[in-house]
């Protein structure tokens, strides 16, 4: 039985991550972090938290990491724990700086001290290319973060690389394009409105406050995009891949798909709020992921519309259930 240890289990691509490790045949691991309430949410409601073998570590401490990587014992570690909120990093630029840009140096020189054969995958971002200098983008194309959480995202991401030339770690970086799935965060654009939507359906809410509706982002559907991360560690060689449905939408665009699902004018609840813009915005996402289609066969099958209807269709069973608790 293959072992894996999965960081950031608790969060949307480690629910769904484990998943598919666990219908492999894999011995999962996943870390969590200490909190004053269960972090399980989205282990629970996929159904599989009894499968998994839950270890604390934090980012933040080298101990818990080692000892993360000892208990375990595992061939291929997945680092997904990141503070992931662009939105946020802004707002705490030092933390984000040390957990999702330093916290993966630590990671790193954890598994060359305890086994440097394991494979390591790193959760590398889009929000690199921030003012993309050509489109579509590739695993070629300039990086220029736009917000300090892409530019940690940018530390790590060359650190695993670094790792993979100075040591000959098998690391890859997955570039992933956003992703989004019924297990989003709700702070997060799509889930936020898919949600509001709901709920606004079943009298549970009565407007949507957003930011800019004008951003376009190339979105597609996390469970898929998991398998990608599965992939690149299957191959005979490390790499970097981009990982993208290679369409683009603007936030408006979502807004209206949803409210139509739900057979509402969006203009009718949605609020513009000022304080929900960012410093710096990145405007268009458009990624090509014709590497990652010709090395690991890897492909996207889930519409854009398709999408906005999975997460619409998901927050109505769940709203239902909150109005019938009322
Ligand atoms: P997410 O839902 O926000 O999950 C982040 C995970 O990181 C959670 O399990 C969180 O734990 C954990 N974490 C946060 N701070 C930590 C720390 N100091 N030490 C250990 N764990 C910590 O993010 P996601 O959407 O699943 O994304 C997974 C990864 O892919 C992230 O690295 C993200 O930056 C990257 N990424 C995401 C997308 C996307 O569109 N989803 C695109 C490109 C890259 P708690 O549950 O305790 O908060
Ligand atoms: O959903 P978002 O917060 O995602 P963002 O900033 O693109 O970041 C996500 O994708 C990255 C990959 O490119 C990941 F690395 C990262 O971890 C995260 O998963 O915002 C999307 C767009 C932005 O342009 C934002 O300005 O939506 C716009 N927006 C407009 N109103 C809003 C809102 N975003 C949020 N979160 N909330 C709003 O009310």
Redesign the pocket.
């Known amino acids: 039985m293959k072992r894996a240890l999965v960081?950031?289990?608790?969060?949307?691509?480690?629910a769904y991550l484990a998943q598919l490790l666990l219908s492999e045949g894999y011995h999962v691991f996943g870390?969590?972090?200490r909190?004053s309430h269960p972090?399980f949410e989205r282990l629970e409601y996929l159904g599989i938290k009894e499968q998994i073998e839950l270890l604390p570590?934090?980012?933040?401490d080298q101990g818990s990491i080692l000892r993360a990587l000892e208990a375990s014992e595992p061939e291929e570690v997945y680092?997904?724990?990141?503070?992931?909120?662009v939105q946020v990093s802004f707002e705490q630029p030092i933390l984000t700086g040390n957990?999702?840009g330093l916290?993966v140096a630590r990671l790193l020189e954890a598994i060359r001290q305890v086994n440097p054969g394991i494979r390591f995958y790193q959760?590398?971002?889009?929000?690199m290319f921030g003012k993309v200098q050509s489109i579509p983008q590739d695993e070629k194309t300039p990086f220029y973060p736009r917000s300090p959480?892409g530019v940690a995202?940018l530390y790590s991401h060359w650190m695993t690389v670094n790792y993979r030339e100075a040591y000959g770690l098998f690391a890859c970086a997955g570039?992933?394009?956003?992703?989004?799935s019924p297990l989003?965060?709700t702070e997060?654009v799509t889930r936020k409105i898919s949600r509001a939507v709901a709920r606004i359906k079943l009298g549970l809410q009565d407007h949507l406050e957003l930011g800019n509706l004008q951003a376009k982002r190339d979105w597609g559907f996390?469970p898929e995009?998991v398998e990608a991360m599965w992939l690149m560690l299957q191959q005979d060689q490390p790499g970097d891949y981009v990982i993208a449905s290679g369409g683009t939408h603007r936030v408006q665009e979502f807004v209206e798909k949803a409210f139509e699902t739900v057979g509402l004018d969006w203009r009718e609840y949605v609020v513009k709020q000022e304080a929900l813009f960012r410093p710096a915005e990145v405007d268009l996402l458009v990624g090509n992921p014709a590497r990652a289609r010709r090395d690991l066969g890897w492909q996207p099958k889930t519409s854009f519309p398709e999408l906005v209807r999975i997460m619409v269709e998901a927050d109505l069973a769940r709203a239902a259930k909150e109005a019938l608790s009322q």
């Open positions: 960081t950031g289990i608790t969060g949307q691509d480690g870390t969590y972090r909190s972090p570590m934090d980012l933040l680092n997904l724990a990141a503070q992931s909120f957990v999702t916290g959760a590398s971002s889009s929000e959480y995202k570039i992933l394009f956003n992703h989004e989003r965060g997060f996390a995009y």
